[in-house]
């Protein structure tokens, strides 16, 4: 069984995209802020992060950079799941911090992302 | 020749000694012929003098003495005169007159009464005893005919018309018949007073000038000398002839430069009184004829003369302004000063002051005038201030404009709220604003003659300091263009903070020369914090709309997917329109946050070459659902392998939503793409089998918030930006969006023109941003 952290701060969407993966037989994993987030990323060992970029206390940016620079976190597949537009942060996150998927949630259902979190995972 | 006859003439009366005559005309002759014709004649007369001699008496030796003491005697007489006095024109003023009797009549006529005595005694041919006789006589006799005959011939000789009328024929006639009948009585004895001579000299003189006088001193000398000679007339009284010549010789000297001293003053006289006349009748004319007005008036400013001209600029006749005072034609509130002006003016003699003023014309007009007082109030001929003076009001009123405007000018400067300053071609600043002033923090005199780009320092985004070849004023002097940037520069202030700014630098021309520069700069801070703002508002925006989207639609997409369970048919239709507005707002949010960045210059273009079939291939293998649900054919032909260079991922963009408006718009028929290349550029055209579009509406079909009207308002509306953005996109990509065909009822063409490969262009750097532009635009 596969285990995805999905870290965002907004409930609904959490506990939307927490029933979608529990449906596809995830195990799922959450966290609320950056902090949190940050810290099961490193502790957990999930095969696949879900991953904002507007948190509280730590900016998904920020954790990108982190995690980039650990030895299990410079390889895990990230996506990036933001509603911000698509200049600054986005672009940083991209040219930076090499994520699988950068997507905008309004625009794409759960569906999809677990067809990505499926793709990357058979790829490896 | 004349001399030989002469001297033999002279001679012809030698009582004492054949060589010694109390009459000897050749040394006049000699001196005249010498100051007209130079030192050239000096041999003719040396020889003149030889023959005369040795025909006379003596020997080759004596003649030879002698002939050398009356030609030394005439080049001595000629050197002094021509050195002391005037040469020729010896008879014009007296005290050349007074110098030729010293030189030529005294001194140079010795030498050769030296030279001859001693010649005749040392040759045997007179005796020690009579050496003075001999001498006086030989001295008299060559003085006499310098004092006589020389005149005659120099003003004779002279150029210069006799004015002959018939009037003055008879006077002459008239007065030398006197002379000769006076002279006749005098000298044959009948009456001999001989002073009554002088009167009629003088009269002679006085009318006839220098010609009267000589030509009277040569008749009484010939009448005096034959009478006086024969035993007759008042000079025959004494012991022997020869001091009877002597004496006469005496008279007819004193007569001689009596009578031309006399004629000199008249004629110095008459003159002056005529350069009087000439000076006179200029400076009236000069002031007659002036351009400029002039009056003369007196200390008290009384009016004593008004010219002509005056009446031009005064209105007033010259007349009527005699005897007026001067400053009652003053404005009231320049006399004062007027007043002040010539009280200085009067001062001094010659003083010369130069004002400008207002005066009353005539016709209670007032008018500017520039006048110029100058004080002649001791100048015997004028005893005044003349004052000339001119109109000026058109020159006034042309300098109050332009002094009006500079100042206009001026103040519009200082309340532009842009900085503006100026340089000459080398750099130097020449003029700055108050808002350039107030920007930097210099003041204007320390900005002034400073180089601008020694002053104001510049730094680009990265805090570097922008070097000054570099600089947009040295692109601009070395380029001469107007150079604007849309790079932020920054401007070092005088308190070393820096502001962004925004600036434009035209160059300075006049007559296609580069004189220098001027630039126009903003302070763009609060803009900047606009920008920054404004950016923030949209990213919030973007983050807060969607959001809360983001639910409703995956939730709706998990409930259809069954996650929830089965749906309940009756709840079915609901749930689906819930969808498609949840849609149509996430679609409208992100049309809207396009729009925006397009229009911050958010929006980067990755430019590559890419061929356009396996691109419209995707398309319509992504929209084929949406076809079929519609029962719509969609088609994709195209024979060829064509490439583009553009940004695939707006490209695709551009195409969902042409492709997509086309089966929205569409009930029945087919949705068919077609691609080619025409004219160096590749089209991609949609053609659908719709409504058409109406002539009116195909004008703003592609402007902002454009949603056509119609009967197919049951139709899913978009945003209404779809084909504005689309076309905006594709201008920024060199290409465009057209509708190039529509037929009402029968369908519509819009076509994607896009520039075909350029092989030149270097591949685009792959990113994986296409990953967002697939998440982004494939809605």
């Known amino acids: 069984m596969n285990t995805v952290l999905i870290i965002e701060d907004d409930q609904m ?25 940050l810290e099961l990323a490193l502790s957990t060992n999930p095969d696949i992060v879900l991953l904002d970029l507007a948190l509280p206390k730590i900016k998904g940016i920020d954790i990108m950079k982190t995690l980039r620079t650990t030895s299990r976190g410079e390889t895990i597949p990230i996506i990036v799941l933001t509603n911000l537009n698509v200049d600054g942060e986005i672009l940083e996150a991209i040219t930076k911090y090499n994520p699988a998927y950068c997507l905008i949630k309004a625009n794409i259902t759960p569906e999809d992302v677990i067809r990505k979190a499926r793709e990357i995972l058979n790829h490896e | 020749m004349l001399y030989i006859i002469s001297g033999k003439l002279g001679l012809s009366f030698a009582s004492l000694n054949p060589s010694a005559t109390a009459i000897w005309p050749p040394t006049g002759i000699a001196l005249a012929v010498l100051l007209i014709f130079g030192y050239r004649v000096i041999p003719a007369i040396f020889l003149g003098a030889l023959v005369v001699n040795l025909t006379t008496s003596g020997t080759v030796i004596t003649s030879l003495g002698i002939a050398l003491g009356n030609t030394l005697e005439g080049i001595i007489g000629m050197y002094l005169v021509k050195k002391y006095s005037e040469g020729v024109n010896i008879f014009e003023n007296v005290s050349t007159i007074f110098k030729f009797v010293f030189f030529a009549a005294i001194l140079s006529t010795s030498i050769s009464a030296d030279i001859g005595a001693l010649t005749l005694i040392l040759g045997h041919l007179a005796n020690w005893k009579d050496f003075i006789a001999i001498w006086t006589t030989w001295w008299f006799g ?292 108050k808002s350039a002033c107030d920007t930097l923090g210099w003041t204007k005199r320390e900005l002034i003659g400073k180089l601008l780009t020694d002053i104001i320092l510049m730094e680009d985004e990265t805090g570097t300091i922008v070097p000054i070849a570099e600089r947009p004023i040295s692109k601009v002097l070395s380029l001469r263009r107007k150079v604007v940037t849309s790079r932020t520069f920054y401007y070092g202030k005088k308190d070393k903070s820096y502001f962004p700014v925004r600036f434009r630098v035209t160059p300075i021309e006049i007559d296609q020369k580069i004189v220098g520069i001027i630039e126009v700069f903003q302070d763009i801070t609060r803009e900047k914090e606009i920008d920054r703002m404004k950016d923030e508002f949209i990213s919030m925006a973007s983050h807060e709309l969607r959001t809360p989207m983001t639910a409703v639609n995956g939730l709706l997409s998990m409930i259809f997917h069954g996650d929830y369970g089965p749906i309940n048919e009756k709840l079915k239709h609901p749930l689906d329109n819930i969808r498609v507005s949840a849609q149509r707002q996430i679609h409208l949010i992100n049309d809207l946050l396009d729009v925006s960045r397009l229009q911050t210059g958010k929006i980067d273009f990755n430019f590559a070459d890419f061929s356009i079939k396996p691109m419209l291939e995707e398309i319509v293998k992504s929209l084929m659902p949406i076809a079929q649900q519609k029962a719509l054919t969609l088609t994709l032909q195209g024979k060829e392998e064509l490439s583009v260079n553009a940004d695939i991922e707006w490209s695709k963009h551009i195409m969902n939503n042409l492709i997509g408006n086309a089966l929205k718009f569409t009930d029945k028929g087919s949705v068919s793409l077609t691609y080619y290349e025409k004219d160096n550029v590749v089209y991609i055209d949609v053609t659908d089998t719709g409504s058409g579009i109406n002539l009116s509406d195909r004008e703003k079909l592609f402007g902002k918030f454009q949603q056509l009207s119609g009967k197919d308002t049951a139709k899913p509306p978009g945003s209404g930006l779809g084909l504005y953005l689309s076309r905006e996109l594709a201008q920024k990509m060199n290409g465009d969006v057209q509708l190039s065909k529509s037929i009402v009822g029968k369908g519509s063409t819009f076509s994607l023109i896009l520039p075909k490969t350029n092989i030149n262009t270097p591949q685009a750097i792959k990113t994986r941003k296409e990953e967002i532009a697939f998440s982004s635009k494939n809605k």
């Open chain 1, 13 to 37: 969407l959490l506990s939307m995209y927490r029933d979608k993966f529990k449906l596809e037989a995830f195990k799922v994993i959450t966290a609320e802020d950056g902090e949190k987030g």
């Open chain 2, 142 to 433: 060559d003085m006499g005919g310098n004092l006589i005959i020389a005149p005659i011939i120099l003003i004779w000789s002279a150029s210069g018309r006799i004015h002959s009328s018939f009037r003055v024929i008879i006077h002459i006639l008239l007065s030398f018949f006197i002379l000769l009948l006076t002279t006749w009585l005098i000298f044959s004895g009948i009456f001999p007073y001989v002073y009554l001579c002088i009167p009629i000299a003088i009269w002679n003189a006085f009318w006839f000038g220098r010609r009267g006088a000589t030509l009277t001193t040569l008749i009484v000398a010939a009448i005096a000398i034959f009478y006086t000679l024969h035993g007759y007339g008042p000079f025959s009284q004494t012991t022997s002839i020869n001091q009877s010549l002597i004496l006469l010789q005496v008279f007819i000297s004193i007569l001689s430069v009596t009578s031309l001293t006399f004629a000199a003053l008249v004629h110095a006289l008459r003159k002056r009184e005529k350069t009087l006349e000439y000076h006179d009748a200029r400076f009236k004319a000069l002031i007659e004829k002036s351009f400029d007005a002039v009056l003369l008036i007196d200390a008290t400013s009384k009016i004593l003369y008004a010219s002509p001209s005056v009446n031009r600029v005064l209105q007033y006749e010259p007349e009527e302004l005699i005897g007026m005072t001067g400053f009652d034609l003053i404005f009231p509130e320049d006399r004062q000063f007027t007043i002040r002006t010539l009280t200085k003016l009067v001062l001094k003699h010659g003083n010369t002051i130069t004002v400008e003023y207002r005066v009353i014309q005539k016709n209670k007009n007032v008018i500017w005038v520039e006048a110029t007082g100058t004080n002649l109030l001791l100048d015997q001929t004028v005893n005044a201030v003349v004052v000339n003076f001119r109109d000026i009001t058109e020159k006034k009123v042309l300098q109050e404009n332009i002094l009006q405007e500079k100042t206009e000018d001026e103040a519009m400067l200082a309340s532009i709220g842009d900085g503006i300053i100026a340089t000459d071609q080398t750099g130097r600043i020449t003029m700055v604003n």
